[in-house]
């Protein structure tokens, strides 16, 4: 059996070293982040005001579900995403998730994501469902 190519990131999420809690269960886990202007993932996002990209944003809640989870898993949809404030070169930002399985299907997993930024203002909300990578994903 062909083995499948490594999954991409956009940056790596510092795991499992950077969590700050976590549930023995995996239902829950608070993480503190840097953003660090030097990183790839910022070039081009804003010359002259650089701020961190959605993007990235949503891919440190996809590795930050996976790894409660404890597999990859794809996201679905998302169900709701709120960018409030910007998140800047020197923040470090702290990714709140809660996780639990949708009721309607026992293999969907919702996700609650808030994130913070350092003076502890809101700057993400974030509700998503992801489900597992299939054969062909």
């Known amino acids: 059996m062909p083995s ?13 070293r950077a969590w700050s809690e976590r549930t023995a269960d995996g ?3 608070v993480l503190r982040l840097p953003v660090d202007l030097g990183a790839d993932y910022m070039a081009g996002h804003y010359p002259g005001y650089p ?12 590795q930050a579900v996976d790894s ?4 990859d898993l794809r996201l679905c949809r ?12 020197g923040d470090v930002l702290e990714l709140a998730i809660q996780v639990r399985r949708r009721e309607s299907n026992g293999e969907a997993i919702s996700a609650n994501a808030r ?23």
């Not at 701020?51 to 996809?62: A, E, N, R, S």
């Not at 409660?68 to 597999?71: A, N, R, T």
């Not at 998302?78 to 070169?89: E, K, Q, S, T, Y």
Request: net charge positive.
């Open 51 to 62: 701020i961190l990209p959605g993007v990235v944003v949503m891919d440190w809640v996809q």
């Open 4 to 16: 499948s190519p490594p999954k991409a990131t956009m940056s790596a999420l510092p795991v499992p």
């Open 115 to 137: 994130i913070v930024r350092s003076d502890r203002q809101l700057a993400v909300e974030l509700d998503a469902t992801f489900g597992p990578v299939g054969p062909h994903a």
């Open 78 to 89: 998302i169900d709701r995403a709120r960018f409030v404030r910007p998140l800047f070169p």
């Open 27 to 29: 239902t829950h886990a």
């Open 68 to 71: 409660l989870h404890g597999s």
